[in-house]
């Protein structure tokens, strides 16, 4: 790591930028799908606490989707300043994919989210649910088309190699569905999805902490909850899928998640420790025997290579791999236990009053950013020293430019991002906080448990 290499410099503002993008995205697809229900089931059901949760989660997803596009509009620019060489060689695949995005997703989003925001009571429900169903599709289609072209860079297929050293297309079929296409977009939208869950659950988890009856709390509350212990199992599962593509096709990356220098059979899965460059070890392991192998390859003795079968020059950065994919997977785990301790709550009917359960789904509710910038961490640094995995090296992607150049926009940028979008994340907050939902009459009737009437018809459709 050299502070004063152009190139170094050049991926930190990447690293910095793209880090305030992508939980962004993440949450914008999460929130839109979560709307689009929430008005299908005000449709269906008639009932107005669900337009409430509705229009509570509107504002914040008005702001979360501006914030997302301003920042996805500098990482386009990066992308020709700081890496002019990458963008000439792959324009003819990239360029195209990106293209796509924008006249499929984004004039999607951008054509129907003003009738989205503001349009309810002049087209009427019916064409505004329709609005809504096309701003939560063209938020799934925009991560096709990025997750197209980030896995075309960790898996490359379908291209050739003209004289002028480019890569252009000669089979877009193999280019877009590559190898690790699907493994990488399940992971992530289902990881929006969870990410989702987890904030709008928080909200749930600290209003219900102040108000046991506020119906828009139990609504949030209940619906976060059964997404998690529906998605957080697939999610496991999509990641171990994920986790064999890779074995596949990028053996190195998995070495350096897996914590391995030495090709092994029957290798340990190494649950915690320190990697050791010097030493080319992981010290202090905390392992259990065969279970690596196990997992992996899906066999008790299977072999798994480990980075000495690779020259040194292609290994990505050991620890940041090794630890990022850490708290990724612990987090995931997390997210399992936090969705069966719900389960087991709604059949015993105590969700809405399991006090413990709600500290711990409000102390999860950042878990979801952290653990999709976790595994972005993983999958980007893993994929070092490349830029197109094992065909073009980073250092040979970025663009003449020195020092002072690079490190002036890098400050410029942590500036203006500290600035706007802590602004943004502060806007976000205080919406959060606003009480959802005004109670019942205290005066209304009360079943033996002290709930009221109209929180009991609520409940009796969630």
Do not use: C
């Not at 914030?67 to 990239?94: A, Q």
């Not at 649910?129 to 860079?153: H, K, P, R």
């Not at 904030?199 to 709390?217: F, P, S």
């Not at 980007?380 to 020092?403: H, I, K």
Request: proline residues 5%.
């Amino acid at each position: 790591m050299d502070l004063f290499d152009p190139v170094f410099l050049a991926r930190l503002q990447f690293a910095f930028t793209i880090s305030f993008h992508i939980v962004l995205p993440a949450f914008s697809i999460g929130l839109a799908s979560y709307l689009a229900v929430l008005e299908g089931l005000w449709l269906i059901t008639k009932r107005d606490i669900y337009l409430s949760v509705f229009q509570y989660w509107l504002k914040i997803f008005a702001i979360v989707f501006a914030m997302g596009v301003v920042s996805g509009i500098v990482l386009s620019y990066e992308f020709g300043l700081n890496w002019s060489v990458f963008s000439d060689k792959t324009g003819p695949v990239i360029g195209p994919l990106m293209g796509y995005e924008v006249m499929s997703a984004f004039f999607l989003e951008a054509g129907f989210l003003g009738v989205m925001l503001f349009g309810l009571k002049k087209v009427g429900p019916k064409v505004h649910f329709m609005a809504t169903l096309m701003v939560a599709l063209g938020t799934l289609a925009s991560a096709f088309w990025i997750i197209a072209v980030n896995s075309w860079m960790q898996t490359p297929a379908g291209y050739a190699i003209n004289p002028a050293g480019q890569f252009v297309p000669v089979d877009w079929w193999a280019v877009i569905f590559n190898p690790s296409f699907p493994y990488r977009l399940v992971h992530m939208v289902l990881a929006a999805y969870l990410t989702t869950a987890l904030a709008v659950g928080a909200v749930g988890a600290w209003h219900l902490l102040k108000d046991r009856e506020n119906l828009a709390a139990r609504v949030m509350f209940s619906m976060a909850m059964g997404m998690a212990a529906f998605v957080g199992p697939l999610q496991i599962l999509a990641g171990d899928m994920h986790g064999l593509n890779t074995l596949k096709h990028q053996p190195a990356k998995i070495a350096a998640m897996e914590g391995h220098f030495e090709t092994q059979k029957g290798a340990p899965l190494i649950l915690f420790g320190l990697p050791n460059m010097a030493k080319r070890t992981v010290e202090y392991a905390v392992q259990i025997p065969h279970l690596g192998s196990e997992v992996l390859t899906h066999q008790w003795n299977g072999e798994i290579k480990g980075l000495e079968a690779f020259p040194r020059g292609d290994w990505p950065d050991v620890p940041i791999v090794f630890w990022s994919f850490r708290v990724m997977v612990a987090i995931g785990f997390a997210i399992f236990a936090l969705g069966f301790w719900s389960f087991v709550a709604r059949r015993k009917k105590r969700l809405f009053t399991d006090v413990r359960l709600h500290w711990a789904a409000l102390a999860m509710g950042p878990a979801g950013f952290i653990a999709v910038l976790a595994g972005w961490v993983t999958t980007e640094v893993g994929r070092q020293p490349y830029t197109v995995y094992g065909l073009l090296r980073t250092a040979d992607s970025a663009s003449p430019l020195g020092l002072a150049a690079v490190g002036a926009s890098l400050l410029g940028f942590v500036v203006v991002y500290l600035g706007v979008f802590a602004s943004g994340f502060f806007y976000i907050g205080r919406q959060m906080k606003k009480t959802p939902w005004r109670n019942p009459d205290p005066a209304s009737p009360q079943n033996d448990s002290g709930v009221h009437a109209e929180t009991e018809k609520v409940e009796g459709v969630l």
